[in-house]
C-alpha cells in the first residue's frame, strides 16, 4: 500500500515544491507555522524533534554523518575537532554527529542563561522562533582556536539560506579564527544563490569550508506563498478541530510514576557547556542499567513514547536508543519545543495533533506557550517524559502543565529527571588568583621547550615531554657506598650525583618479564581507575605532570588509556622534584605559562610513607593555582585522595631503573650544573638502548585495557563515591619501625614494593622486612637481596609487603663522578 507524503497538504494548496534528491519525500513532509519570518516548515521524519521515531533511526542518522565528517578529516584533525550544534532542534543531532565522529568534545548553543557561565559567544538565526543562541562552554578554551588548524564542525538539522551557518561563523571567527570549518545537516535546501554566497564568505575570511549532508534539494516557492500561509493558519486556527489534542477524553487518568535513574555522577545532562568523550564513555556505561529501571516501570506496555524537553534531546535519545535494547515494545522518541505550528489532522501532513502546555522551566524570556507534536492520538500506551531538573517545577506538574496534558492521551506517564548540571565556579577548582604578569610570561618564554623522544629518551614525542635540561655528556655517577657515605654523613645530598645503573643479570630479566606477565591486567586496571577518577574529577582536559622518572611511566600509561578508551589526547610533562630541596620551580613556570595550574595533575608512581606527597604540598605553597593533591598508581601508604588502589604489589616499572623510563637517568640538582633559570637535570642513557624494555612495558600493559575496562568503569564508579581520606597509616609504621630497629631516622625507612626494591638497587641496605606469607610479589626482591647479601626477615603486622631499611652505620665519603666529598659546595 503507497503511503501518503506528509507534504502533500502543504503542496497542494500553497503551491510549494520540494525537489531534489529520491530521499527527500522520506526524510521530510511540510507543515504551517505561525511565524511572520517563513510560513512553512521542513518536518524532518529522522530529527526526533515533532515526529515521533525510533531512537535507533534518530541516533544512527546523526551518528552516520559522524563517520562521514572523521573520513573528510582524516585521524588526525578529527582528533583536534570541535562540534558545535544548534539549539533547539539539533541539539541531539549535534551530540550523535560527535559521537560518531568518535573523539570530539561537543558544546550546543542554548537559549538558556546560566549564573556565573561566562559567555564565550553568541549568534542569530534570522528565520527561527526564537533568535538568539548563546555559547556557554565550562571550559573556556574549547572553542579558542589557538592551533588554527583546529576544524570546527557545525551540525543543524537543515540548511535553508544558509544564514544561520553565515552568521556564526561570522561570530565565532572574529573572536576564534580558524582554518577549516565542516557543516553538517540532514538536509541541504540552499538555492544556487545561497550556495554561492557561503563559498564567497569562505574565501573572504580565507578558511576551508566542507559541507556533509544526508540529501540535497531546494524549495520552490511561489510569489505570495507567506501572505497565503498566513491566512491558511489563520482560517484553521478559527475552525473547530480534533487536531490540537485539548484536553483529552474524561475519565480516570493515570498519575505519573516518578523513575529514578542515578544518572551517572560527573555527566552532564548535555552538551550546553561542553560533553566530552569520557562523559560520553561514562554515560554509554550507565545507560543499560537506567534503561532497565525504565522497562521495570513500564511493566507490559507495547507502545511506548520517550518524550525529551526542548534542548535537552541527547540524553533522553539515549535512553530511547538503550530502552530499545532493554525492552521488546515498539519505542519512539520526540521531544517537546518552543515553536508554535499548526497541527491538521490530515495523512498528508506532518504534524496531526498538538498539546500545548505553560513552560515549566521558569525561562529568562518569561512564561509562554510550549507544545509536544503527533502525541496525542498516535495510540501510545506509555509515555517517558525526560527533563533537567531545573524543569521539574510545579509548573509541570500543574493542572494543564505537560504531565497533565500527557495523562490525557496515555495509559502510563512516567517521569524521569536528569540532574541539570552545574558547571564549576573558579571556587570549584583551584585556579590562578591572577593571570601571569607580562614578566612571568618573558621568562617563561626564556625557558626551552620540553625536550622529546627521541632525541631525549626512548619514549615516543607525543608520550611526554620532559622539562629537565640535558646533562648526558656530563659524568655523574658515583659507586653506591661512595653516595651512601656522603649523602648519610650531611657532606651530599642524594641529587647531587647518581648511582651507576643496575645492569640486570638474565636471571632478574627473566623475573621482570615474569612480573610484567603476572601483573598487566593488574596495573591495566589501577590506571584505567586513576585515570577515569581524573577525568571524572579534574577533566574535562587535565595536563599530566608526572614526578620523574618513577611516575612517568604511570603518566604516559594514563595518557594511552584517556587516548584509547575516550579519544582524548592528554598533555603530559615531566618534572623534577628533590626530597629536601622542593620541586623544579622552572618547570612550574613553564607549566603556569602554557596551561591553566588548576587543570595541572601531578602523577607519581607509589606512595611509601608519603614524604614526596608532603614535599609537592611544602614546594607548591609558593604558587598560585596548582592542586598538590598527587595521583598514583598505588597508594599503600594511604597518603593520598587519588589512586588506582591501595595494594602494595610488584609494579614491574619498579623493578628497573633508566631500562623502564625511557632510558632517562633520576633527575639532578646540583649548584653548579643548574643555574637558578635551569630546568633542573638528567641523562639520556643512549647506550643502554640494547636493555630497553620501556616500550615492551607500556605496550604489554596498554594490550590490556580493553579486557579490564568493564571493571574499571565499576571500580571507578565505586571509588569516587568513598570516602578517600588519607589515613597516613605508612607515616605511622615508619615512625615504628624506625624506633624498633634503632634506627632513629624515617628516611632510611623506604616501605612499600617500590620503594624497597629502589632500596635494594641504588642505596645500601641493611635488611629487608617482609610480610608473613608474601608471595611472587616479592621474588625480586629475594633475588636481588641475595645478590647484594641482604637478609630478608619475615615479620607480622606490616602495613605494607615488603619494607626496606638503609644500613644506618656510614660516616661521611666521597660522591661524585670523582669520587671526592662536596662539602666545599
Not at 127 to 149: F, I, K, M, V, W
Request: hydrophobic letters at 40%; aromatic letters at 6%; charged letters at 25%.
Amino acid at each position: 500500500m503507497d503511503v501518503q507524503w506528509s507534504g502533500n497538504w502543504v503542496a497542494g494548496r500553497l503551491g510549494v515544491e520540494l525537489v531534489g534528491d529520491e530521499e527527500l519525500h522520506e526524510l521530510l513532509g511540510l507543515a504551517l507555522r505561525r511565524n511572520p519570518k517563513r510560513a512553512h516548515l521542513l518536518v524532518s521524519n529522522v530529527l526526533g524533534k515533532h515526529v515521533p521515531q525510533r531512537p535507533s533511526v534518530v541516533y544512527g542518522a546523526g551518528f552516520e554523518l559522524g563517520e562521514r565528517v572523521r573520513d573528510l578529516l582524516g585521524e588526525a584533525e578529527a582528533h583536534r575537532a570541535v562540534v558545535l550544534g544548534y539549539a533547539e532542534t539539533a541539539t541531539g543531532l549535534g551530540h550523535a554527529v560527535a559521537d560518531g565522529l568518535g573523539v570530539a568534545p561537543y558544546l550546543h548553543s542554548t537559549r538558556r542563561p546560566v549564573d556565573g557561565v561566562a559567555q564565550a559567544g553568541g549568534f542569530e538565526e534570522s528565520h527561527s522562533h526564537a533568535t538568539s543562541h548563546l555559547l556557554l562552554p565550562e571550559d573556556p578554551e574549547l572553542l579558542s582556536a589557538a592551533d588554527r588548524g583546529a576544524p570546527l564542525v557545525l551540525v543543524d538539522d537543515e540548511f535553508s539560506t544558509g544564514n544561520t551557518v553565515l552568521n556564526t561563523v561570522r561570530a565565532l571567527h572574529e573572536r576564534y579564527p580558524r582554518d577549516r570549518y565542516v557543516i553538517v545537516a540532514l538536509v541541504d535546501m540552499r538555492s544556487e544563490a545561497d550556495r554561492g554566497r557561503l563559498a564567497a564568505f569562505a574565501e573572504e575570511i580565507g578558511a576551508r569550508v566542507d559541507l556533509v549532508a544526508r540529501a540535497s534539494g531546494t524549495v520552490l516557492l511561489p510569489d505570495g506563498v507567506l501572505e497565503k500561509g498566513r491566512d491558511l493558519v489563520a482560517a484553521h486556527e478559527a475552525a473547530p478541530s480534533t487536531a490540537a489534542g485539548g484536553a483529552g477524553p474524561e475519565g480516570p487518568r493515570p498519575v505519573p510514576v516518578r523513575v529514578r535513574l542515578d544518572w551517572p555522577a560527573g555527566v552532564p545532562d548535555g552538551g550546553r557547556h561542553g560533553f566530552t568523550p569520557v562523559h560520553r564513555a561514562a554515560l554509554e556505561a550507565a545507560l543499560p542499567g537506567m534503561a532497565g529501571r525504565i522497562a521495570d516501570a513500564l511493566g507490559d506496555a507495547r507502545r511506548v513514547l520517550v518524550l525529551g524537553f526542548e534542548e535537552l534531546m541527547y540524553a533522553p535519545l539515549r535512553l530511547g536508543t538503550a530502552l530499545e535494547d532493554a525492552t521488546t515494545a515498539d519505542v519512539r522518541y520526540s521531544t517537546t519545543t518552543r515553536s508554535p505550528v499548526l497541527a491538521v489532522d490530515d495523512p498528508g501532513y506532518a504534524i496531526r495533533s498538538r498539546l500545548v502546555f505553560p513552560a515549566h522551566d521558569d525561562p529568562a524570556d518569561g512564561p509562554g506557550e510550549r507544545y509536544a507534536y503527533n502525541v496525542a492520538g498516535a495510540g501510545f500506551d506509555a509515555v517517558v517524559a525526560v527533563v533537567d531538573s531545573t524543569a521539574d517545577t510545579a509548573a509541570l506538574h500543574a493542572p494543564g502543565g505537560l504531565l497533565d496534558r500527557l495523562s490525557a492521551h496515555t495509559d502510563r506517564v512516567l517521569l524521569a529527571v536528569v540532574p541539570s548540571y552545574v558547571p564549576r565556579h573558579d571556587s570549584a577548582k583551584p585556579s590562578r588568583t591572577t593571570s601571569p604578569s607580562a614578566s612571568e610570561r618573558q621568562e617563561a618564554a626564556m625557558l626551552p621547550e620540553p625536550l622529546r623522544g627521541p632525541a631525549f629518551s626512548s619514549y615516543a614525542a607525543d608520550d611526554v615531554g620532559w622539562l629537565l635540561q640535558d646533562l648526558s655528556d656530563t659524568p655523574l655517577e658515583a659507586p653506591t657506598e661512595e653516595r651512601e657515605e656522603a649523602i648519610q654523613s650531611g657532606g651530599a645530598h642524594y641529587a647531587e650525583s647518581l648511582p651507576v645503573e643496575y645492569q640486570p643479570t638474565p636471571q632478574y630479566q627473566e623475573l621482570f618479564l615474569a612480573a610484567l606477565d603476572t601483573s598487566a591486567a593488574r596495573i591495566a586496571r589501577a590506571v584505567g581507575t586513576v585515570t577515569e577518577t581524573i577525568l571524572a574529577e579534574r577533566g574535562p582536559r587535565p595536563v599530566l605532570a608526572s614526578l620523574a622518572r618513577a611516575g612517568t611511566p604511570v603518566g604516559v600509561l594514563m595518557r594511552r588509556w584517556a587516548l584509547h578508551r575516550h579519544g582524548i589526547d592528554l598533555p603530559h610533562y615531566a618534572v623534577s622534584i628533590v626530597r629536601g630541596r622542593g620541586i623544579d620551580a622552572n618547570a612550574l613556570r613553564w607549566l603556569a605559562a602554557h596551561h591553566d595550574p588548576a587543570d595541572v595533575v601531578f602523577v607519581d608512581g607509589w606512595t611509601g610513607k608519603g614524604a614526596i606527597t608532603r614535599e609537592l604540598a611544602a614546594a607548591l605553597a609558593g604558587f598560585d593555582g596548582f592542586d598538590p593533591e598527587i595521583a598514583v598508581l598505588a597508594d599503600p601508604g594511604g597518603c593520598v585522595r587519588t589512586y588506582g588502589t591501595r595494594e602494595d604489589f610488584l609494579i614491574p616499572s619498579a623493578c628497573l631503573n633508566s631500562t623502564v623510563s625511557g632510558l632517562i637517568s633520576r633527575t639532578v640538582l646540583r649548584a653548579d650544573l643548574v643555574g637558578p633559570d635551569d630546568f633542573h637535570g638528567g641523562k639520556f642513557y643512549r647506550e643502554l638502548a640494547g636493555a630497553d624494555v620501556s616500550g615492551l612495558f607500556i605496550d604489554t600493559v596498554a594490550a590490556r585495557f580493553d579486557e579490564v575496562a568493564d571493571a574499571v568503569d565499576a571500580g571507578a564508579k565505586e571509588l569516587i563515591a568513598a570516602d578517600r581520606a588519607p589515613t597516613w597509616e605508612g607515616w605511622a609504621a615508619v615512625e615504628r619501625l624506625s624506633e624498633e630497629y634503632g634506627i632513629h631516622d624515617v628516611n632510611l625507612v623506604k616501605p612499600g614494593v617500590g620503594e624497597t626494591t629502589r632500596v635494594l638497587l641504588r642505596r645500601v641496605p641493611w635488611k629487608i622486612l617482609a610480610a608473613r606469607g608474601a608471595g611472587a610479589d616479592l621474588d625480586h626482591v629475594r633475588l636481588l637481596a641475595e645478590q647484594r647479601g641482604v637478609p630478608v626477615e619475615e615479620v607480622d603486622g606490616l602495613p605494607y609487603t615488603c619494607v626496606g631499611l638503609i644500613h644506618p652505620k656510614f660516616t661521611r665519603g666521597a660522591t661524585g663522578a670523582d669520587g671526592t666529598a662536596v662539602t666545599g659546595k
